[in-house]
């Protein structure tokens, strides 16, 4: 079965930093790129960030580009974000999600997991 | 700034059938492909349909997706509804000259009633 499970979330004060983590199973990991997408409480969905197969490629929505860094680790079936100098704004369930071979989009998303910042 | 615009709620009866539209604000929407997301209250998004009207194995065939050029705006259609289809839907796409942006719909709330 494929999966993907989110962990690594938690309260944090404004200025603060957390590092995600997603546990990839039941597929090729290092053959899709992967994303992590985003709900504030009671809003919409937003792509936040996203990587290619082999970590050779990141991209960064505008509003956390220079404080979250993405990354992954094959040999661990994992995918990370590295979440610094944290904001209010960013509270949020995050999503880690694997990228469609043909388009960006996603097929498999994970349960995600709750960042709140807050002081 | 590449945007895509859903109604904000629809509401049909069960057994009947709904279409949820996404328009895209510029360029042409046949251009990229379009993801469709279910999300049912208080649960993670799970993918209905993908590139334009391909459905993951496990979602009936009852949701389906289309794309209408002429408007520059993708659709959305279930049939045969259902109680448990009540959720939000979100349309999902990208613009041609930034790819790797995924760009969502605002949601769109179904009632079945």
């Known amino acids: 079965e494929v999966q993907l499970v989110e962990s690594g979330g938690g309260v944090v004060r404004p200025g603060g930093s957390l590092r995600l983590s997603c546990a990839a199973s039941?597929?090729?990991?290092?053959?899709?790129?992967m994303s992590w997408v985003r709900q504030a409480p009671g809003k919409g969905l937003k792509w936040v960030s996203g990587?290619?197969?082999?970590?050779?490629?990141?991209t960064y929505a505008d509003s956390v580009k220079g404080r979250f860094t993405i990354s992954r680790d094959n040999a661990k079936n994992s995918l990370y974000l590295q979440m610094n100098s944290l904001r209010a704004e960013d509270t949020a369930s995050y999503y880690c999600?694997?990228?469609?071979?043909?388009?960006?989009?996603?097929?498999?998303w994970g349960k995600g997991t709750t960042v709140t910042v807050s002081s | 700034n590449f945007m895509l615009t859903q109604p904000h709620s629809v509401s049909e009866s069960p057994g009947k059938t709904v279409t949820i539209s996404c328009t895209g604000s510029s360029g042409s929407i046949a251009s990229s492909y379009v993801q469709w997301y279910q999300q049912r209250p208080g649960s993670a998004p799970t993918t209905v349909i993908y590139?334009?009207?391909?459905?993951p194995s496990g979602v009936p065939d009852r949701f389906s997706g289309s794309i209408d050029s002429s408007s520059n705006s993708a659709s959305l259609t279930i049939s045969g509804l259902k109680t448990e289809d009540e959720a939000d839907y979100y349309c999902q796409s990208y613009h041609i000259s930034n790819q790797e942006n995924w760009v969502f719909g605002g949601g769109t709330k179904l009632t079945v009633l």
């Open positions: 590139e334009d009207n391909q459905r």
């Open positions: 990587i290619n197969w082999n970590g050779g490629s990141t």
């Open positions: 999600a694997r990228r469609l071979e043909a388009a960006p989009g996603t097929d498999v």
């Open positions: 039941g597929f090729n990991f290092d053959d899709y790129g």
